[in-house]
Every structure is written in structure tokens, then in C-alpha cells.
């Protein structure tokens, strides 16, 4: 089936800044369409992003990011059969950089995910069915859900250094029943805090920003709303934490800055391992800088047997830095975020690259997010295992939760033929 048109658009995410929507139309008038996330907290690593820089909106603007897609990836693939994986390589070639400054990564992006979606019509599949044949997986599976609960760091304004407090029910049979269990503890952790006079607001990521300055006490009382929760309802949890290491350190310095103390890379790995040693925790995120190699392999020769180890801006989903982890034995997982890297093929690549070498994956959105549901169907599409897609309020991350919902039903009940 052939592209007939493809145009674009600046649109807005759930943090009222700009982004791009994308548009495909192909020969039976059918259009699929797709918007890219931005994040708060990046990598110095993940590829461009390509704003307008001029007066309007603190140059912001992403309409020149739109333009690109009309003026230049739209020629290469008009009245052509759609092939989401030729033209997405053909459009990495397009940009021909490595960092994908010269297209910018939501451009490609946008154009990426909506061809993957036009490609999964032409094939009269759904999309995680497409992604699952694209991956070449004998089977699909739905994700472990990972829910932020606590919000900290760049996501709130609230004292906490730890950027997100998650957690992971465990002993379920289903999505559905995970996230029932997942809605009860968010739920019950609401109520405590009121209980405890503890005030908050609600975080970038929809997680709760309660006003603490201490990440024990905040652990402390997830904690105990996890036994409360499993007293009552009969739901385990572990908890997880992405602590956003690089945005904690000072490079003068070469130390970390945590409540007012400087500690060395040492020091972090032995404050992780007390946190470890206290609190029933199974996965710790960017717990070092970006460029803290010898730190990371540190922590992994520590704690690689008592904890996921997941590098995010350390990795920014790009297969070369994931292999330079692989090679030197430097974290067990890697978080994968479709706007690092800049096309669905190539995230494809870096979690089989994972997947090929025991890693564990973990999908994620952004904390800029927009109400498409892509990374729901990718993420069952190309088994990753775990996926992150914020708390459980706000319409931006709820859309990717009911999709899981969604799609755990047509598998269980397929549709009629």
C-alpha cells in the first residue's frame, strides 16, 4: 500500500511545551498518526533535538522540526510502498549523522512510529503483532509494570534528590491484575500522606510530590504502606528507584552532592548498598553519572546479583554505548526510550542487542508525554519484559495503561474474523 501524503505538525505535551505530531495517509485514505514525548531529565548523549530558536514560545517552537519532516523525509517516501523498516533506515541514512543533528530525533521519530503504524495496516495486523514479526519473536508478552509512586528530583518541587520512587507488584498472573494492585497501593499511599498531615501535589511524571526533604523517610513510608497494602489486600510489592545520578553531581568537585554532603563514587555504591540492605528494593536506575564508568563497575561488581542495575543516561538506548557496557560488564539492564536514539528500528536493535546478551530491558516514557500510545504496543510487540509509564494519574499515562489493558484483551479474547 502506498504513502499518498505525509504532513506534520507542532502539538503540546503534558508539559505544555512544544512537540511534533506526524501524519501518514496512505492510498485506502487511511491516516495514522503519531506524537513524540520530550524529557526533563536527558542524557547529554541522547540525539538532537531540533527547535525553532527564535522569540516566539523562549524558542522553543518545534515548527521547524514539523517543516523537516514535509520539506525533507516526506520526499523520500512519497508513492512508495510503506516499509517501516527500509524507510526508517533509509531516513537514519537521510540524516547521516550519529547524533541525528541534522534531521533531529522527533522528526525521525514521529515519521518512524507512524509508519511502523501505517505498515502494521498494510499488513492488516495490530501493531504489537507487526512489532512482534519486525523483531522476529516466536511470541509476545505483556510487561511488568513499574509505577511511580513518589516523584523527586528534576520531576518535582518538593526537596527530594531521588527523581522516582517506583514499584513492582510481583506473584500475579496478568497486566490487568498488576495494575488493580498497583491502583490500590497508589491509592492507599494517597491516604497515608493525608492521614500523616503530609501535604503534596502531584509530580511531572503523575506520581505524588509530597513536601519531604529526607529520601529515607519517603522509603520509609512507602515501605510501610507496602506492608499495609499486603496486610490488607494480599498484594507484594518491591520498590525500584531511577536516582538520576548525573544531575547530583558536581564536576568540579568530582563528587556527588546529596542533603548538603559530598560523597565519592565509593561512597555512592556503599549508600546504595545500606538502602539495598534495608528496604525491599529490587532495581536501582542511574545510580552514577553519565561518564562514571569505573563507579558503574563499581556498583555492578557490588550488587549485580541483589538488584537490577539499569543505566538510562548512561546508555540513552544507543547500541554502541550498550555494547561498550556489555564489554566491560558495567550494569545488568538498560532502560530504552524511542526519542534517545531517534527511530523505532534502531530502539529494535538496541533491545536485541539486550536481549542477545542477557541483559534485562525496561521501556520508558518521558516526562513531557502526549496521549499516544505507542510504547504500550511496542513494548508488548518486542517482549521487553518491564515497562515504566509514570503514575497512575493523568490522562497522558493512564492512555498508555488502558492500551496494555486493551491489547492483554484481544489476546485473551481475540477478536471475531
Known amino acids: 500500500m502506498k504513502i499518498k501524503d505525509m504532513r506534520a505538525r507542532e502539538v503540546f505535551n503534558s508539559r505544555g511545551w512544544p512537540t511534533i505530531a506526524c501524519d501518514i495517509v496512505l492510498e485506502d485514505g487511511s491516516i495514522w498518526t503519531s506524537s513524540v514525548p520530550s524529557g526533563l531529565s536527558c542524557g547529554t548523549q541522547e540525539a538532537k533535538v531540533i ?8 524558542g522553543k517552537g518545534m515548527r521547524r522540526a514539523a517543516a523537516i519532516i514535509e520539506q525533507e523525509i516526506a520526499p523520500l517516501l512519497l508513492g512508495r510502498s510503506v516499509h517501516a523498516i527500509d524507510m526508517d533506515l533509509e531516513i537514519r541514512d537521510l540524516d547521516g549523522t550519529l ?7 522527533p522528526s525521525m521519530l514521529a515519521a518512524s512510529m507512524s509508519l511502523y503504524r501505517a505498515h502494521a495496516h498494510a499488513e492488516s495486523v495490530q501493531l504489537y503483532e507487526f512489532i512482534g514479526y519486525a523483531m522476529g519473536a516466536d511470541s509476545i508478552s505483556l510487561p511488568f509494570p513499574f509505577f ?3 516523584n523527586g528530583g528534576l520531576h518535582a518541587n ?3 534528590i531521588i527523581q522516582e520512587f517506583l514499584v513492582t507488584p510481583v506473584g500475579l498472573d496478568s497486566f490487568t491484575a498488576a495494575l488493580d494492585a498497583g491502583v490500590v497501593l497508589f491509592h492507599e499511599l494517597g491516604s497515608f500522606f493525608k492521614q500523616r498531615a503530609v501535604s503534596f501535589a502531584y509530580g511531572e511524571e503523575g506520581g505524588y510530590a509530597p513536601v519531604l526533604d529526607d529520601y529515607t523517610i519517603a522509603l520509609e513510608m512507602l515501605s510501610e504502606v507496602i506492608a499495609t497494602v499486603q496486610m490488607k489486600y494480599g498484594y507484594t510489592f518491591f520498590c525500584a528507584l531511577d536516582v538520576a545520578a548525573s544531575h547530583l553531581y558536581d564536576a568540579d568537585k568530582k563528587r556527588y552532592v546529596l542533603q548538603n554532603e559530598l560523597l565519592s563514587s565509593a561512597d555512592m555504591v556503599n549508600l546504595y548498598t545500606q538502602l539495598v540492605d534495608t ?3 529490587c532495581s536501582i536506575e542511574d545510580g552514577l553519572h553519565e561518564e562514571d564508568w569505573e563507579g ?6 557490588l550488587l549485580h546479583d541483589r538488584v537490577q542495575l539499569v543505566g538510562d543516561d548512561l546508555f540513552v538506548t544507543n547500541p554502541h554505548r550498550i555494547a561498550y557496557g556489555i564489554e566491560r560488564t558495567i550494569a545488568t ?16 536493535q538496541s533491545i536485541q542487542l539486550c536481549k542477545d546478551n542477557g541483559w534485562g530491558t525496561m521501556l520508558s516514557h518521558r516526562s513531557g508525554e502526549t ?5 504500550a504496543d511496542f513494548a508488548v510487540g518486542s517482549n521487553v519484559g518491564q515497562i515504566k509509564m509514570g503514575g497512575l494519574t493523568r490522562g497522558e499515562r493512564l492512555a498508555k495503561y488502558n492500551r496494555l489493558v486493551t491489547i492483554e484483551d484481544y489476546l485473551q479474547r481475540p477478536l471475531a474474523e
Not at 558503574?296 to 561488581?301: N, P, R
Not at 496521549?371 to 510504547?375: H, L
Request: charged share 25%; no cysteine.
Open 148 to 150: 511511580n509512586v513518589i
Open 158 to 160: 518538593n526537596g527530594l
Open 371 to 375: 496521549e499516544d500510545t505507542f510504547i
Open 51 to 58: 527547535t525553532d530558536g527564535d522569540e516566539r514560545l523562549w
Open 333 to 348: 539492564a538498560a532502560l530504552i526510550k524511542p526519542n534517545q536514539i531517534g527511530s523505532i528500528t534502531e530502539t529494535i
Open 296 to 301: 558503574w563497575k563499581l556498583l555492578t561488581e
Open 99 to 105: 547524533d541525528k543533528s541534522k534531521l533531529g530525533a
Open 279 to 281: 528496604f525491599p528494593i
